[in-house]
């Protein structure tokens, strides 16, 4: 007889969890059987993170100071169903249940990054995570709101550079300065707001400079990291709403790993700029019956540069436009919606010898409304979208996709404690720019990958079930969920070889099958509370199936995992540990290597020197990989090549004022 394995005793724990409060009185009115309220910026109604029917994962204040990371993918890595691609230290996107790429939408501020890190894995992703005050992940498809782009979930950093609200204080801000023995690296952080009667000003700052980051058997050679961003905004309030805008500017140097160099062939790094212009304005009580519009636009010009040492190799340019509107109304207490317009223009271009796609511009416009009721125990919601998509690209024909989304979700409390949540969506997702006209060879993932212009539309039906349990001490949730996908587009080895300069590269191929994603969640908190000691236990399980109908696997699937952690605070002092175990990845695409399973041990601690009305400030001491295991995500490109990091201690001080 075998032994279950580890991921099932941990559902089956969670699950006695919530079946043990689902079974109990369901009268229970205790009012102080509550959680601390989390607004979701991204979510247009205004619902805080326990009030969404979607699953959402929001992490702020300590938390996020404990999780940040170089790039936004690692930085949510801890929530499950999230990973990240990993491209190296300074390159990492979120892929969530197995969804990447084009199918997770990047947002800053509710509008999309607009970089072109969804062109290839080797691109970063132009946000800051160090900047932001609070990251939001809403799974499963949100393209009812943020167009095709979201059929696989959503990703949206708010950083308050456009304050919508008048400020608690005159001035208020943050500062950070931290060490990392990993790379002998140093990130220096520094915000401040400004505001007063009618009005605010923002202005931030980020300077990041990391050597080659420590491998588990060595450097990880031209892995090293130079950032510099920084922003600053203004807004207007009024009894008639806000308005707004800000202006940053992106500069990221790294090294691309997977393409180190020797002594006679120089290494291959990256130079990305990008300038962002972004405004904002909210209208109070427009019309009767309209509580808000809000407006939004965008102005994006991004650059990158490829070097081979010296020489300038690809260069890759993107100028975008989007334009949202969108209002909210509320007809009383039990009901409420919110209704829009979105519209963007992209053009791109790739200039040089490895430019594997071709210049191309693309445009599209949609029009949406979400209603959400709420009747005794019962919150429903219904939402509807339409899209007009249109790319062309030089040497081909236009393209033009009608795209269609439909979402019915409901939450019913089977107590003050206790929601049951039922999912039901349809999403459609029109093909990008490197799906549709790739034709070359991608040297940074060593292939030469070949598009397809005449790709269909892909369309996916989806269904989650979800129990929480959310009490003053304990939290536990659990999701099932299974997304069927016609047409669905991914990037196949063929098996094929060319040549290259004497080098042999594989031939990968964009290609559509049928497929089907199941997949699992689970989370379970508890806290703890012995007169000045407080300690909280939290346990997690997550994995995803995709297959390709007819038989087959999709590529580049994240392994299932399992993990403990344990977070404390005693006095002036804080701090955690946690262990994430990472199975063997086996179920692998045709041509592709299977992963072998690790465990990596991350602990932080904290140390208050002052905590008082003018300023708070903070010692801190982080570690990550410190048993300095190898280990090598399935989700990369360049698993073979690349492991993660090893064993790093970051040591620093923050001050809140």
């Not at 969804?118 to 970063?124: E, G, K, L, R």
């Not at 005159?170 to 690296?185: K, V, W």
Request: net charge negative.
């Amino acid at each position: 007889m075998s032994r279950p394995c580890p991921q099932t005793l941990l559902v089956l724990a969670i699950s006695m969890a919530l079946s043990a409060e689902v079974l109990a009185d369901p009268q229970s009115t205790d009012p102080e059987k509550t959680l601390d309220k989390v607004i979701v910026k991204a979510d247009p109604l205004g619902n805080d993170v326990e009030g969404l029917v979607q699953p959402a994962t929001v992490i702020t204040g300590a938390d996020l100071d404990t999780k940040k990371s170089n790039t936004l993918g690692e930085t949510v890595t801890s929530i499950p169903g999230v990973t990240s691609s990993y491209f190296g230290p300074g390159v990492g996107r979120p892929v969530i249940r197995g969804q990447d790429g084009a199918r997770v939408a990047i947002l800053a501020n509710g509008m999309a990054s607009d970089d072109v890190s969804n062109v290839s894995q080797d691109h970063a992703v132009s946000i800051e995570p160090f900047l932001a005050d609070q990251i939001e992940v809403i799974k499963g498809p949100t393209n009812l709101l943020y167009g095709s782009g979201a059929i696989g979930g959503i990703v949206n950093a708010a950083d308050g550079r456009i304050a919508t609200a008048p400020l608690d204080a005159g001035l208020s801000g943050r500062a950070e300065t931290r060490y990392d023995n990993g790379s002998n690296g140093f990130t220096q952080l520094l915000r401040a707001d400004i505001g007063g009667d009618g009005y605010a000003l923002h202005a931030d700052g980020v300077y990041r400079d990391n050597e080659d980051v420590s491998g588990p058997n060595g450097d990880i050679a031209n892995s090293a990291v130079q950032t510099r961003t920084g922003a600053i905004g203004a807004s207007l309030f009024g009894d008639w709403g806000y308005a707004g805008a800000s202006l940053s500017r992106y500069l990221n140097e790294y090294g691309n790993p997977a393409e180190p160099g020797d002594a006679i062939d120089p290494g291959v790094t990256l130079n990305m700029q990008q300038t962002r212009f972004e405004s904002k304005a909210g209208i109070n009580n427009p019309i009767n019956g309209i509580e808000i519009v809000k407006l939004g636009y965008t102005y994006t010009d991004y650059q990158h540069t490829e070097f081979e040492g010296s020489d300038v190799g690809t260069q890759f340019f993107s100028e975008g436009h989007q334009f949202r509107a969108e209002g909210v109304h509320s007809s009383n207490e039990s009901h409420k919606g919110a209704f829009g317009i979105q519209a963007q223009k992209k053009s791109f271009e790739a200039i040089g010898a490895e430019a594997f796609i071709p210049s191309t511009s693309s445009q599209g416009a949609g029009l949406f409304i979400v209603e959400q009721f709420t009747k005794g125990r019962m919150k429903s919601e219904i939402g509807a979208r339409i899209d007009r998509n249109q790319s062309e690209a030089d040497g081909f024909n236009s393209r033009s996709f009608s795209l269609y989304s439909l979402s019915a979700a409901g939450r019913y409390a089977l107590s003050d404690r206790v929601d049951f949540t039922l999912n039901l969506d349809h999403a459609e997702r029109s093909p990008v720019e490197e799906e549709l006209y790739s034709d070359g060879v991608h040297a940074a993932t060593a292939a030469y990958e070949i598009g397809d212009p005449d790709l269909a539309k892909e369309r996916a039906d989806q269904i989650e079930i979800g129990l929480h349990v959310h009490d003053e001490r304990y939290e536990a949730k659990i999701s099932l969920y299974r997304s069927r996908f016609k047409d669905y587009i991914y990037l196949s080895d063929t098996g094929l070889e060319v040549d290259d300069d004497g080098e042999l590269l594989p031939v990968r191929q964009w290609r559509q099958d049928d497929s089907t994603f199941t997949g699992y969640e689970a989370e379970f908190i508890y806290k703890i509370s012995a007169n000045s000691f407080d300690h909280q236990l939290r346990l997690f399980v997550d994995g995803v199936r995709a297959e390709i109908d007819g038989g087959g696997n999709l590529p580049r699937i994240p392994a299932s995992r399992y993990g403990a952690g344990w977070d404390w605070q005693s006095g002036k002092w804080q701090g955690g540990i946690g262990v994430v175990r990472s199975d063997a990845q086996n179920d692998t695409a045709d041509y592709e290597t299977p992963t072998d399973g690790y465990t990596l041990v991350n602990a932080n601690i904290n140390y208050i020197l002052h905590d008082g009305d003018d300023a708070s400030w903070e010692l801190f001491l982080q570690g990550s990989n410190l048993g300095n295991r190898e280990a090598r995500s399935a989700t990369s490109a360049i698993k073979d090549l690349v492991p993660l990091p090893g064993r790093a201690i970051s040591a620093g001080i923050r001050v809140y004022f």
